[in-house]
């Protein structure tokens, strides 16, 4: 019960700054873009204690099932979960970039200019997010499947 | 460790629904929340309706799917453990708590009226505990 909790903090907390963040880079004027990417920090306590419970209860379960040491499907969600962890960061980083830049230009006119938008729609930026969803995505295939056990 | 026994496909559809619907309604209550002190920010409104409405096919899946398991593993509806009756509760009466708050958020962005925009933002967190509830309750295998 804990470590579904867990999960859906981190998923439901992920779900909430993605579509933030694809609020923000449809928004018309840097004060918007820039009021929704603040928001996007409101979801990650959500997604922390998501991120942390999912491996704490997890490990705890993989002890309390009997799961052999040697289960292919859990070390396989542990390396996915920490690709989530470090794609989540890096496009954190690339969001923060641009909230950085959307203050800036709110504050001197609020009129949009290309370079913001050519960060907002960069689409190494926004694959570093996508491919965050996509592992998560994948440790709940593996979750659920269990493939082997 | 029921999980096990069960079909892939209804039960990932199943919650990967419900985490997408989760996500959403969350969205829905921050934005209502912020929109609260800032009603004159007409993109906090839409962005509440947006959101509300990407709740709506997360609802689908997630109900159909718990249909799809009902089904396959042959409940009746005599009998039900608890936890599927807290499931079904909340997953139908979710879905009028779902359209009222859709329903006021569409007058929100229209009018701009604060006390529709306080409505959402009530109905979106009540929603979003009953879900609690309910993921808890079907984890937890209560009854």
Known sequence: ?149 | MIAFSRPFWPLFLHVLGAMLLVGAIFTAAILSFVGWRRADLAFLRRGTLWALVCGIPAYVVFRAAAQWIYSKEGWSGHNDPTWLGIGFIVSDAGLLLLLVTLGVAFWWNRSGRAVAGRIVAVLSSVYLLLLAVAWLAMSGKWG
């Not at chain 1, 396989?76 to 954190?92: I, M």
């Open chain 1, 1 to 149: 019960m804990l470590h579904i909790t867990a999960a859906f903090f981190l998923v439901g907390g992920s779900v909430a700054a993605g579509i933030l963040n694809t609020l923000a880079i449809r928004a018309e004027r840097p004060s918007e873009t820039a009021f929704l990417l603040r928001l996007v920090r409101v979801t990650l306590p959500a997604i922390g204690i998501g991120a942390g419970g999912t491996i704490i209860f997890g490990i705890w379960l993989w002890h309390e099932l009997g799961f052999g040491i040697g289960a292919g499907w859990i070390w396989a969600s542990l390396a996915l979960w920490v690709a989530t962890s470090a794609l989540g960061s890096a496009g954190g980083r690339h969001q923060e970039k641009a909230r950085t830049l959307a203050e800036q230009l709110s504050a001197a006119g609020d009129t949009s200019t290309a370079e913001l938008k050519a960060l907002l729609r960069d689409p190494r930026g926004n694959a570093l997010s996508w491919l965050a969803g996509l592992t998560t995505l994948a440790i709940l295939v593996l979750m659920i499947w269990k493939p082997g056990s």
